[in-house]
């Protein structure tokens, strides 16, 4: 399998504008978490969903962030309208709880730069 | 959730071995405590999980006391490549249908300097 997969990799964006970051899981998992990592806060968790449902957006910081999974194959995380605090590395993660190991499988990350 | 504490950062040599403790005090009878390293640049990576005692695979062992509040990461004889940062992760790892929240929740991380 090729991994957890995002796109893109880099992008950089003006205050206001619209950002869709997107996240392809390995296939079979039925869990997939979206996590947002800066130098101040670090790793922190914005929601995750359980065979395609969102079970917990708590951690969404505001309004201007959605997150949707319209297939096991594939969830995007949007924010609208983008802020320059909004700039950090955004990860997507998944995996196949039922086995109750709880290893998570990452992607690369999305770096986004709100100017 | 329980919270966990663990030391901001450590420094080592290569070939030592390197322990890194973490603190979980208010660990619940479901968690699991599970040990994930992130290089720069990339995602986190799983390393190692348990429950309780001693738990050895072929990157690390993870010692649990019999109270599960604190747990140990050791890493035998390390190497510059070596030199992330390690995180301890407290949570139940069954599935949301059996009750319980799925939720992974990182702490601060503890950054490892491996020095020639």
């Known amino acids: 399998d090729a991994g957890v997969i995002q796109s893109p990799r880099h992008e950089v964006t003006e205050m206001g504008q619209e950002v869709t970051l997107r996240c392809k899981p390995i296939?079979?998992?039925?869990?997939l978490f979206w996590y947002r990592q800066t130098m101040m806060r670090g790793l922190e968790l914005l929601i995750y969903?359980?065979?395609?449902?969102?079970?917990?957006d708590s951690g969404m910081p505001e309004d201007r962030f959605s997150a949707k999974m319209p297939n096991a194959s594939f969830s995007t995380l949007k924010i609208q309208p983008s802020e320059p605090r909004d700039s950090a590395v955004y990860f997507c993660?998944?995996?196949?709880?039922?086995?109750?190991?709880?290893?998570?499988?990452f992607g690369e990350g999305s770096r986004l730069t709100v100017l | 959730l329980a919270k966990t504490t663990q030391p901001i950062s450590m420094d080592s040599y290569e070939g030592q071995e390197v322990n890194i403790t973490c603190s979980h005090n208010?660990?619940?009878?479901?968690?699991?405590i599970t040990w994930y390293q992130q290089f720069p640049s990339q995602g986190p990576r799983f390393i190692i999980q348990?429950?309780?005692t001693k738990v050895t695979n072929e990157v690390a062992s993870l010692f649990i006391p019999a109270d599960r509040k604190s747990s140990t990461l050791s890493l035998p004889r390390v190497s510059l490549s070596d030199t992330a940062v390690y995180y301890c992760?407290?949570?139940?790892?069954?599935?949301?249908?059996?009750?319980?929240?799925?939720?992974?929740?990182f702490g601060q991380g503890t950054t490892l300097q491996v020095k020639p």
């Open positions: 992760l407290v949570g139940d790892h069954l599935s949301v249908s059996s009750g319980n929240t799925g939720k992974l929740i």
């Open positions: 969903f359980n065979n395609n449902v969102p079970i917990d």
């Open positions: 993660a998944s995996s196949f709880r039922a086995a109750n190991t709880g290893e998570l499988f």
């Open positions: 208010n660990i619940a009878t479901n968690d699991y």
């Open positions: 348990g429950y309780k």
């Open positions: 296939s079979g998992h039925d869990y």
